[in-house]
């Protein structure tokens, strides 16, 4: 006689592997190309990577948008003028920004949120070999030019 273990989801969904059937519970109730979708996302992801990125968000409770960023970039044009930048740290030339950061600036929001967002990752703070992922959602869009709620 031969057993088959059989991990049940919260929503009866079955799996033969556990980790699959645990990343697969993370999801449910998760409505795509909303702020807890991307935060899931982005949780994929090395939070030590460095980030360059935008996302559009449209608040469900009054209609108004906002649009939020982190980033990370070189300041040596901005240094120059006052100070030598060869005598600086690699930490004192730049601004820097993770993913793990990010995710801390969205689980701020409401994660029912619609988002859209253009999101540039990686290891190396020169980003050479960058990854980039991005979506597109309409109802970020939805009346924005309508209603006047702007932000």
Same mark, same amino acid.
């Given at each position: ?16 592997d556990a980790l699959l ?22 949780s994929k992801h090395d939070?030590?990577?460095? &980030? ?30 006052? &100070? ?27 994660? +029912?949120?619609? &988002? ?7 290891? +190396? ?17 939805? +009346? ?8």
């Amino acid at each position: 006689m031969e057993a088959e273990v059989c991990y049940i989801a919260k929503d009866g969904s079955r799996f033969t592997d556990a980790l699959l059937c645990e990343e697969y519970e993370k999801t449910i109730g998760i409505i795509p190309n909303t702020v807890a979708d991307l935060i899931l996302t982005l949780s994929k992801h090395d939070q030590k990577e460095y &980030v360059f990125g935008i996302a559009l968000v449209r608040h469900r409770k009054d209609g108004s948008a906002s649009i939020y960023t982190r980033f990370t970039g070189c300041c040596d044009d901005a240094l120059e003028s006052f &100070v030598n930048i060869k005598d600086l740290t690699e930490e004192q030339r730049y601004i820097t920004a993770t993913v793990g950061d990010m995710i801390d600036a969205l689980r701020k929001l409401d994660g +029912d949120d619609p &988002v859209q967002y253009m999101i540039v990752f990686s290891s +190396d703070i020169e980003f050479h070999g960058p990854g980039v992922m991005a979506n597109h959602n309409p109802l970020v869009w939805k +009346d924005n030019a309508s209603n006047g709620n702007h932000k």
